[in-house]
């Protein structure tokens, strides 16, 4: 009578990749995209209505019920758009106040954020919940004393009106100090004993470390300013001071039977905003999951 001896335990990592991964081939990717999949289509749909109304007729549009599909390709609303004289201005105007805007925030949120988060001084926590008090006061009770003072200064009808405001704004001092908080010490430290200054260390250390946090700083306050309409209501009089979103307004009043021309300018309008949140979306996510872990 033969005698077997037992068989050995086998690892899983000895065990065949299809017995291993079966229940990820079986399911390729999370069940949360079950549930997101169709709500991205759904927040989806109006932008691709849009599309798609911008390449068909003044008919086609105004027909009832109605047209999903275009019955054919009709550039005559883009070209009705680029060819009106003041539109390209409107555009560079909207860039300028964006990119003055955008770059400010960046300079002088980096620098109140590090204060914030590296420097004690006295009252720093008082100027700091101040500071954090003023992001819950609504704009409608800010926008009279901010018209005044621009009145002041002479800035009044011009872009220096809608820069001005917004060179630096509480939630971008916040969300830096927020991830400068996450950023070890020892590494300022290092630089400290090498014999670098407080601002050294933020341009050469710090700042690098922060491209998610910048990015994301950048990606929402160029947001807030290509697509504010509001202040540049009040402040701006001259057709040839517009920003994008004031010109498209008028130009929609007056030509509001021209549908195909106002769906070409509403594309033109929201490509650069998809664009640049597209192009940031990854250091948006990293940002606020960084920023959040300490406070």
Known sequence: MTTHAPAAPVSV?????????????????SPWHLLLAPLALLFAAPLVWLLLSSVMSNAEINRFPPSVWPSGIDFSGYRYVLEN???????????????????ANLVF????????????????KVMLGLMMATMAVPFQLTMIPTFLVMKKLGLIDSLG??????????????????FFLSLPRELEEA?????????????RIVLPLSRPALSTVAVLTFLSTWN???WPLIAINHNTQYTLQL???????QHHTNWAAVMAGNVITVLPVLLAFLGAQKTFIQSITSSGLKG
Do not use: E, K
């Open 109 to 124: 949120g980096s620098l109140g954020g590090y204060a914030f988060a590296r420097m004690r001084f006295r009252g720093s």
């Open 85 to 103: 004289a003041l539109f390209p201005r409107w555009f560079s105007n909207s860039l300028i106040v964006s990119v003055v805007t955008v770059t």
């Open 161 to 178: 009106a809608l820069i001005v405001p917004s060179l630096v704004t509480p939630f971008a001092v916040f969300l830096l100090r927020q």
């Open 228 to 230: 504010d309409l509001t």
């Open 13 to 29: 990592s000895q065990l065949p990749d299809v017995v291993r991964h079966g229940r990820r081939r079986r399911l390729p990717f």
């Open 247 to 253: 010109g498209l307004t008028t130009f929609q009043g």
């Open 191 to 203: 630089a400290w004993i090498d014999g670098c200054s407080r601002l050294r260390v933020l341009v």
